[in-house]
């Protein structure tokens, strides 16, 4: 299987086992909005768990709000939005689609390299264990061409990027032969700027009605509660707020599931800090935001770091933490040292004086800022995605398993009783009620085993308990592992224990 094609199966896996609907379905959906189901937000909740433990518990000196969607339009003209929250746009004159014209480019540059790739694996397999691949990247005349394309488009791509030139964005279109997948032509209107806010209008009469946005990131909700939070928590800098919440975008290229949405959510946290020490900051925020992820178990190769070469106005560094999804490695996380932009911006245009004052220095002054912005969706899409695996059995079969790291997994134990009769179910309900309080556990009685356990598998359940006639007189239960299969005959007053350390987040979070 291809990784698309795996892409579409895990998509197709979500729907059928409760993890992630398109929404509003019975009404053919609504494009690049999704509701999650009754297995999806479990997950969703552990992990904003984990990371709000490891933001709030873990560092005396970040605390957490929670901030409305709603807000004083002029927040988003102080910190930019408004003015410059934009996409550039360009649409198919034939099919009157739209299209974003970086991801025009970007898809062609991807192509090429896909070409490059493919030269590259015919290499190897014709030249065996001799292959070298530098010396083939370097000698081939079909990838040295290939090459030469890409750098020359890449460049221009940078260049118009850099100097926001909307005319060379059309150009370098129309000069690769870019066509709409849909009419197949290159008949294009010009480039412009499209603003990504959602607006709507607030005020009980359409004449008194105000244009408010949906906030397109929740970062601004802790920038004006600054103050607040500062003076009545007695807080001293250095100090991070956390909030996590919804946030909304036009997103013009809505596609890969859920890794770009209209509507998603956040996990942000901005560390207030001296002017000055924010490079310091920034470096150990990279360090720390690193340890949180590989501390899932997903593999460190599957995480790499992206610093950006163009700045936005405000930041004097930033960085992306990707995630190798199976469309490539993509943005999973941003770090971001916002320098005192958005609190000096937010001084001058509510007139309120927004600052610290630093009684070992002496001085006040508005501090600075290092951001972690996290989307809650693209880590649950990174650990579906990482997690779905079919397996080959030794008896034929297939069987779908998701991996999920088990602090993370949706539900930690299934309560099996082999049979519906001679008291099995009584003591298999006898064990839920002792467990449920502190696990998400299901009961099941109904098919075969087999059939139960495979179910579990499906939705990633680290542990299967299986009642049996001879558990009514040993008070000992079968518990199967998800990953190996094995299984283990455990006491039933060890079972809480045997659960807590594996699918306990404060292992994860004595780890970190
Ligand atoms: N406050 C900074 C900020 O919002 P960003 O890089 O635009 O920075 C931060 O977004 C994170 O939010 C991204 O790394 C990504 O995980 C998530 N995100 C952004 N746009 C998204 C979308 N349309 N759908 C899902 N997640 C998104």
Redesign the pocket.
């Known amino acids: 299987m291809t990784q698309d094609e795996l892409f579409k199966v895990l998509v197709a896996h979500c729907k059928e086992y409760g993890f992630i609907f398109p929404s509003s379905e019975i009404y053919d959906g609504l494009a690049a909005v999704y509701d999650y189901g009754q297995m999806g937000v479990e997950l969703k909740n552990n992990i904003k768990q984990y990371w709000w433990n490891a933001m709030t518990r873990l560092h005396e000196n970040i605390v957490g709000i929670d901030s409305c969607i709603f807000m004083h339009p002029r927040i988003w003209e102080a910190s930019g939005h408004v003015g410059a929250f934009n996409d550039p746009l360009i649409d198919n004159k034939d099919s009157k689609k739209r299209y974003r014209a970086d991801v025009l480019i970007e898809d062609y540059l991807g192509k090429i390299e896909e070409k490059i790739r493919k030269e590259v694996e015919k290499g190897r397999k014709r030249f065996g264990d001799s292959f070298d691949e530098a010396q083939f990247r370097a000698t081939n005349p079909n990838v040295l061409r290939e090459q030469a394309k890409y750098d020359e488009v890449h460049n221009r791509y940078k260049e118009a990027e850099q100097t926001n030139d909307l005319a060379a964005y059309k150009q370098i279109i129309v000069d690769c032969g870019i066509v709409c997948p849909i009419s197949g032509t290159c008949n294009w209107t010009d480039v412009r700027q499209f603003n990504l806010m959602f607006s709507t209008s607030m005020g009980s009469t359409s004449e008194g009605a105000n244009t408010i946005y949906l906030r397109p990131?929740t970062?601004q909700g802790i920038f004006v509660n600054y103050l607040n939070v500062q003076k009545t928590g007695r807080m001293k800098i250095p100090f991070g707020i956390a909030q996590i919440g919804k946030a909304f975008?036009n997103?013009i290229v809505a596609r890969q599931f859920i890794?770009?949405?209209r509507e998603?959510e956040?996990m942000?946290m901005q560390f207030f800090i001296k002017p000055g020490t924010e490079l310091e900051w920034f470096a150990k925020w990279k360090e720390q935001r690193m340890k949180w992820h590989v501390n899932i178990g997903m593999g460190a190769e599957n995480y790499r770091f992206h610093d950006h070469e163009k700045l936005a106005h405000y930041a004097n560094a930033a960085t992306d933490i990707e995630f190798n999804f199976p469309f490539g490695f993509k943005?999973?996380?941003?770090i971001?040292s916002r320098t005192n932009f958005d609190l000096g911006n937010h001084q001058k245009f509510s007139g309120k004086k927004i600052e610290y004052f630093d009684s070992e220095e002496n001085k006040a002054y508005t501090p600075y800022v290092v951001?972690t912005?996290?989307?809650v969706?693209?880590m649950v899409l990174a650990v579906l995605s990482h997690a779905f695996h079919e397996e080959q059995l030794e008896n034929g079969e297939t069987r779908v398993v998701l991996s999920i790291p088990a602090p993370l997994a949706p539900v930690k134990a299934a309560v099996l009783p082999l049979v519906k009769k001679d008291g099995l179910p009584e003591l298999a309900q006898e064990i839920m009620n002792d467990l449920k309080y502190d696990f998400n556990c299901q009961y099941e009685e109904k098919d075969s085993i087999g059939k139960r356990y495979r179910r579990q598998d499906a939705i990633g359940t680290p542990f299967c308990i299986t009642v049996d006639h001879e558990s009514l007189t040993d008070r000992c239960v079968t518990v199967r592992e998800r990953d190996t299969m094995t299984q283990e005959r455990v006491p039933i007053d060890r079972l809480h224990e045997m659960i807590e350390k594996k699918v306990s987040l404060n292992v994860l979070l004595r780890n970190l």
């Open positions: 990131e970062a975008r997103e890794f770009r949405m998603f956040q942000e943005e999973l996380e941003g971001h951001e912005s996290i989307g969706d693209r």
